[in-house]
Nanobody, 120 residues
Framework: QVQLVESGGGLVQPGGSLRLSCAAS????????MGWYRQAPGKQRELVAD??????NYADSVKGRFTISRDNAKNTVYLQMNSLKFEDTAVYYC???????????????WGQGTQVTVSS
């Protein structure tokens, strides 16, 4: 059973910074892609950033402000968020795709979500 556990959300003022972390646990051999999505109230879940061995992708709205990174040895992905704006307020979800474990190949997994609130 693969679990993704997020941490690092919270309340921050506009212009501030937060760093999200997500650690995947279980009998994991490899994870092809890890990333972050977010969902604001009344809106659909959207990709924020993801990365695999070949590429890194960012939503246009966060380019230049957010940085995604991974520690493959720890099956952990991070999201450094700088210059936060009101519109960044959302629940942020960690995602892992094409996960290979003892029990399965190619699974997609989600974290439980962590709230990020940008408010003055």
């Amino acid at each position: 059973q693969v679990q993704l556990v997020e941490s690092g959300g919270g309340l921050v003022q506009p212009g501030g910074s937060l760093r999200l972390s997500c650690a995947a646990s279980g009998n994991i051999f490899s994870i092809y892609s890890m990333g972050w999505y977010r969902q604001a109230p009344g809106k659909q879940r959207e990709l924020v950033a993801d990365m695999n061995s070949a590429s890194t992708n960012y939503a246009d709205s966060v380019k230049g402000r957010f940085t995604i990174s991974r520690d493959n040895a720890k099956n952990t992905v991070y999201l450094q968020m700088n210059s936060l704006k009101f519109e960044d307020t959302a629940v942020y979800y960690c995602n892992a795709e094409r996960v290979v474990t003892v029990e399965s190949i190619g699974g997609i997994y989600w974290g439980q979500g962590t709230q990020v609130t940008v408010s003055s």
